[in-house]
């Protein structure tokens, strides 16, 4: 379980169980120079697109631009130096 904040820098990928007012940063990923609006992840959420607006996700390295919530790491894999992929289990 991670406890985001204003402020900080996502660790994780992650879902956020919930929120209040959330809002973050996420122009490393698409460019995007205006922070997008984060919800609660509910039975029935569809997160087919990556990143954006209304969407229960939250990704590695986002800045959190407002407000405060609780999430539910996901494991990152990444590949060592012979290509094989390792993986490090953030909390979750």
């Known amino acids: 379980m991670l406890i985001l904040v204003e402020g900080d ?3 994780a990928d992650g879902v956020l169980l919930s929120s209040n007012n959330v809002s973050v940063d ?3 990923l698409n460019g995007e120079s205006v922070p997008v609006r984060k919800i609660s992840w509910t039975a ?4 087919e ?3 954006g607006d209304d969407q229960p ?3 590695s390295g986002t800045l959190v631009m407002q407000g405060a919530g609780s999430c539910r790491g996901k494991i990152n894999w990444h590949p060592d130096r012979n290509g094989e992929d390792r993986h490090r289990a953030s909390d979750g």
């Open 9 to 11: 820098r996502i660790p």
């Open 49 to 51: 697109r990556p990143g």
């Open 26 to 28: 996420e122009a490393l």
């Open 44 to 47: 029935g959420v569809h997160t």
């Open 57 to 59: 996700v939250v990704y």
